[in-house]
């Protein structure tokens, strides 16, 4: 007779039961801490450690068995301090056993406590530092259990997932064993696919730019892709076209309005355009990026250069030098024929590049190019690995079919020989058997292996809108099953390499279901040899998910590994762009603060002075020029008449014009006398009238003095923040300084209060998010007691302390306390009682001295600038002050690291990155930086490249089962 499974379900008839009280509690710590007090009715933490939730059962003998809970209550975070046991228990089963009653009798003599005592974890558990090693639901999620024949246990858990291997005695015998992912790679090496940034991170930065590609790096790709043209002077530019219109604010600079013409590339007019050929190198460095696509960010726009071919190496051998991380370079040649016809030849220069920079490593580079001629050439020249890339000009969406016409039928090259042959033609067998004679890899566009075509459901002759957006896109259409072509190009021995993938929804198929991952897997799993996209981090992600040799679910310890930094909070430094990246852009401008945020700072700081009608401006001293003084204390004249100006502390153009030449004036500031023009003598208007200029020329000269760089308020440096957060989802904070607030009282402006008004006005008030410094300790007192209660808002203060001196509402008020009294673990254990941290000249930390290795009892000039600076000084033994300031409760953010020479202590070797490292061992919760570029990366090598996830969610052995003689174990892994 046969059954069908589901009459065996519904005949089954409960025998009998037991039933274990929730109230049972084996001896042991307290638990349940970390859960709702009262659970359930009852009060927590328990008296001991609760018996229940089984999720395993083994015989123990004839009468008795073995019950394993599962981790506790649920969650990693709840259950730290519930043990992992496994109880014998002797059920008196209701309904067959003599008398049985119902009821469970525990052993609590004879449990089993799972632990660790050899070390085998290798990664921290909750009882890390006991002799015990207790484990508990923190360290593992065990689900299913049995018992080998040495009478060995044998446990399958979730957070990893892990097998585990116990002695009956319940101590780990091994390292957790990871669940293995098999996988064939079908790329041509049988290795993981390479992710290539496209024209950079092109999807979050302006293309082709330094700080694209850095942040391509910086998210896991392995290739960064520069498309190159010529300028005038035969210079090789990243630019994706020779056109410089849609990639640059060229159209806005009048002075380059007549360079705009008419030209042909390839065949094709370009109407009332720039074009790269006809400026010089110097010119286009006058040039700054934007977004070409308006549905990107806008927000970095006009910020950043135009890089050349030699920059962008020395870009990825610098990210060597500081991280060890080796980046390759994806070089376009782009109209090569067009730049022939020039007398401005691409490939000669870009082989000279190669070897001038010492990058020809052939694991490291690809050439590439749409022209086929060109690459033939190439392959007489050089061994680097070539790629023909493969165009199309569209699909045809009724069948999914590729169209080959118009400039984008053939390589231009073929058109000029009159070769008719398409890009379509390129890929038959035969041609790809061609292409492997002189290269290496092809390029195909991505629908020339996956197409789609548009969906039409009710027959009405019109693509359906399938998300009723309004438009229709890729998003709104279907994919059509793959064509051979990655098998072809294998099987010719050819690398293939597709373009582009993005993760805006417009140009994801509907079958993705608007998710990015989607498209990566089909194509990994087609085997693609490397893709090139928009969104490095997305391809990484996916690739390593796909690729990973382990399954890992979202607890895996490995997933949520973070380094750990001896700050007072046991998290990563802050990174803070003092007055923005000022080290690469005039300090205080929007622009400043733009290029802090790109180069990867978490806060960015304005330093706040007011203008004559109330308005709060960033600049670093209430003058917008300073003017030089005689020893009498008049303003020093040069012999036209005009004031000497103060060329390394003037920050505006102020002092050119003419129209302000009368609001020059001496104060005292601080108690000491200068002479300048006052913000405070100006009203904004007239504030917006000034250009901002790089404060300190002599050093970091003036590239950017006439970008036309204005003075922002407050409210437009949140402003920024709050358009980057809604364009790209980053949430900068912002960390201003009051500045001289005792100066601002006496003329009857509360800096303090306007501060707090503009933050509350702005809505940016989260205390996650803001900072408040100053020199002075009343004003802060005043922001913690009365400014920030009356506001209804509480946002963290920081005591800064100067190199030497006291604060100067300490002069006025006659207290006679320096900073340094205040830097004593008593000043500290006050600053506590208003502030949440202390913000300390370096040197307090690491102090610096001279050397003289002469005798001749002057300082060495070890750096050879004819100047003594930190650069001629060497680093003394560290103070305590790091450690007295956590022990009183506060964070440390130290001000200010610089990469100059001027700058930089002889004693890090000329390297920057040292400094930032000594500052991080010794346990600082944060910098400013003039260089947040560079602060990032020092931080970023502590920091372990992210590991991602390959199960959706917590999925390990919720089974487990094991032969009759006790020796093969067969998991049951939950989830694929």
């Known amino acids: 007779m046969q059954y069908h499974p589901l009459s065996l379900i519904m005949s089954t008839t409960l025998k009998s039961f037991s039933v274990l009280s929730a109230d049972t509690f084996a001896p042991g710590p307290r638990s349940g801490s970390a859960i709702a007090n009262p659970t359930n009715g009852r009060t927590t933490p328990f008296p001991g450690q609760p018996v229940q939730g089984f999720s395993a059962v083994q015989f123990a003998n004839s009468s008795t068995f073995w019950f394993m809970p599962d981790n506790g209550y649920g969650a990693k975070g709840n259950s730290a301090d519930y043990l992992l046991r496994i109880y014998q228990v002797d059920p008196n089963f209701k309904g067959t056993d003599a008398n049985g009653d119902g009821t469970v009798s525990v052993n609590f003599q004879n449990f089993i406590q ?58 780990l015998l091994e390292a957790p064993i990871a669940t293995p992912n098999p996988v064939k790679l079908n790329t041509l090496n049988g ?106 960010t806008q927000a970095f726009n006009g910020v950043f250069q135009i890089p050349t071919l030699e920059e962008v190496i020395n870009l990825i051998k610098q990210v060597e030098k500081d991280t060890g991380k080796k980046i390759g370079i994806y070089p376009e040649t782009k109209h090569p024929t067009y ?245 690469s852009r005039p300090e205080h401008t929007l622009d400043a603060y733009q290029k802090a945020i790109a180069d990867g700072a978490d806060f960015i700081e304005p330093d706040l002075v007011v203008t004559r009608d109330g308005v709060l401006i960033a600049r670093h001293e209430p003058l917008l020029a300073v003017a030089a003084l005689n020893a009498d204390g008049t303003i020093k004249l040069e012999a036209n008449g005009k004031p000497v100006i103060n060329t390394t502390d003037t920050s505006t153009d102020v002092y050119l014009r003419d129209k302000f030449a009368d609001r020059l004036t001496i104060k005292t500031l601080d108690g000491v006398k200068v002479a300048g023009w006052f913000a405070e003598d100006f009203t904004l208007a007239e504030v917006k009238e000034l250009n901002a200029i790089e404060r300190i020329p002599a050093i970091r000269g003036t590239a950017f003095n006439n970008d036309g760089l204005k003075v922002p308020t407050l409210t437009e440096v949140i402003a920024l923040i709050q358009q980057v957060e809604k364009e790209t989802g980053r949430k900068i904070g912002i960390y201003p300084e009051t500045k001289h607030p005792t100066f601002f009282e006496n003329q009857g402006l509360n800096t303090s209060q306007l501060l707090v008004d503009t933050l509350v006005a702005t809505k940016f008030t989260d205390p996650t998010r803001v900072f408040i410094q100053s020199f002075e300790v009343d004003n802060l007192k005043a922001l913690n007691d009365t400014i920030m209660p009356g506001a209804k808002i509480d946002i963290p203060l920081v005591q800064l302390f100067g190199g030497s001196g006291r604060p100067y509402d300490f002069v006025v008020s006659g207290d006679g306390r320096t900073y340094t009294d205040l830097s004593t673990p008593a000043g500290l254990a006050e600053i506590a009682t208003y502030a949440a941290g202390i913000g300390p000249n370096k040197q307090r ?132």
């Open 114 to 171: 799972l632990s660790d005592p050899n070390q085998e974890v290798p990664f921290k558990i909750q009882n890390d530092g006991t002799s015990d090693r207790l484990l508990t639901g923190f360290d593992f999620d065990i689900e299913s259990f049995v018992i080998d024949k040495k009478g060995d246990i044998w446990i399958g858990e979730e957070f990893g997932p892990y097998l585990l291997h116990f002695n009956a005695k319940g101590e």
């Open 191 to 296: 290795q993981a696919p390479l992710v290539i940034g496209h024209r950079g991170a092109s999807g979050e930065l302006p293309e082709h730019t330094l700080e694209a590609y850095k942040l391509a790096i910086d998210s896991g790709a392995d290739f960064i892709e520069p498309d190159l043209v010529s300028t005038q002077d035969g210079v090789l530019i990243a630019r994706h076209e020779p056109i410089l219109g849609g990639t640059t604010d060229v159209a806005s600079r009048p002075e380059f309005a007549s360079r705009k013409r008419d030209g042909i590339i390839d065949g094709v007019l370009y109407k009332d355009e720039f074009f790269a050929s006809d400026f010089t190198l110097a010119e286009i460095k006058t040039l700054r990026a934007v977004m070409p696509q308006g549905y990107r």
């Open 339 to 583: 730049h022939d016809n020039l007398g401005l030849s691409l490939e000669e220069p870009l082989l000279t590049t190669l070897q001038k920079t010492e990058f020809t490593d052939p694991s490291r580079v690809f050439i590439q190019s749409f022209e086929v001629s060109n690459l033939k050439e190439l392959n007489t020249k050089t061994d680097l690995p070539l790629v023909q890339l493969l165009d199309a000009y569209d699909v045809d969406y009724a069948t999914g079919k590729l169209l080959y016409q118009d400039e984008y039928a053939r390589p231009y090259d073929f058109t000029v020989k009159g070769d008719t042959r398409t890009y379509g033609d390129l890929q038959t067998p035969a041609s790809l058997a061609e292409i492997a004679t002189y290269a290496d890899g092809i390029g195909p566009w991505k629908r020339m292996i996956v197409s789609v075509k548009n969906v039409d459901a009710n027959n009405d002759g019109k693509a359906d809108d399938l998300n009723n957006d309004g438009m229709i896109n890729d998003a709104d259409r279907v994919t059509l099953p793959p064509t051979s072509l990655v098998q072809d190009a294998h099987a010719a021995g050819l690398q293939i390499h597709p373009y582009t993938f993005r993760n805006e929804g417009r140009f994801l198929a509907s079958n993705y279901n608007g998710d990015p991952a989607k498209e990566f897997e089909q194509f990994i799993q087609l085997g693609v040899d490397a893709y090139f996209t928009d969104f490095p981090r997305t391809g990484d992600q996916v690739r390593d998910q796909l690729t990973s040799p382990v399954v890992r679910s979202p607890q895996n310890p490995d997933v949520l590994r973070t380094a750990e930094f001896e700050t007072l909070d046991g998290k990563a430094p802050i990174v803070i762009g003092h007055r923005g990246a000022s080290g």
């Open 845 to 976: 930390i690491v102090p610096l001295t001279t050397v003289d290795r002469d005798g001749n009892g002057q300082p060495d000039d070890l750096n050879g600038d004819g100047q003594i600076s930190d650069g001629d000084r060497i680093t003394g033994t560290p103070t305590t002050l790091v450690e007295d300031a956590h022990t009183a409760g506060l964070k440390v953010h130290l001000y200010t690291l610089r990469n100059e020479s001027f700058f930089l202590s002889s004693s890090y070797g000329g390297n920057p990155i040292n400094e930032y490292k000594q500052f991080i061992d010794l346990g600082i919760d944060g910098f400013f930086t003039d260089f947040p570029g560079t602060g990032f990366t020092a931080r970023s090598t502590y920091i372990p490249d992210p590991v991602y996830p390959n199960l959706a969610g917590s999925g390990g052995y919720e089974g487990m089962a094991i032969n009759p003689d006790q020796t093969k174990l067969y998991p049951l892994l939950e989830k694929p």
